[in-house]
């Protein structure tokens, strides 16, 4: 959390603000959510807002800020058929999606394969620049 406070000048939320307390941050220009579990994509998806993520995507998605998703889950998970419900629900919504192909069950979470830079691919063309 130290380097990317250092990184951005600005703190690391994870939780609410309270009544009144002042935003932190400036508007965001784009959001990449990754690696997105198989937990937080249906949540978005649902508009479930429960937690400080998936309500913040769920704000920002009514503010018209580009956003994309690079999902990380294994292939039973996305064998759930809320899974393939909740990926047309954000392409509806303009959400980019990358192209992270599900890793075996019980295998590890395929990290090494992960595309952290196919986020910036994904949202440049919306930004006419490098996020």
């Keep these: 959390m ?6 951005t ?4 939320r994870s939780a609410w603000r309270t009544p009144g307390e002042v935003r932190p941050l400036p508007p965001a220009d784009a959001i990449a959510v990754a690696p997105a579990s198989f937990n937080t994509i249906n949540k978005w998806a649902a508009g479930i807002s ?7 995507l769920c ?3 009514g503010l018209g800020v580009p ?4 999902p990380c ?3 039973a998970q996305a064998a759930h058929p809320a899974y393939a419900r909740s990926l047309d629900r954000l392409r509806e919504m303009n ?3 990358g192209s992270y192909e599900p890793h075996r069950p019980k ?19 919306r930004l006419g620049r490098r996020p």
């Design 9 to 12: 000048g600005h703190p690391v």
């Design 67 to 70: 956003m994309a998703v690079l």
């Design 50 to 56: 429960d937690t400080l993520a998936p309500g913040i």
């Design 95 to 97: 959400v980019m999606i």
């Design 73 to 75: 889950l294994n292939a």
């Design 107 to 125: 295998a590890g979470g395929g990290a090494e394969r992960f595309r952290w830079e196919e986020a910036l691919d994904l949202l440049e063309p």
């Design 59 to 61: 704000e920002v998605y």
């Design 2 to 7: 130290e380097a990317v406070q250092e990184q």
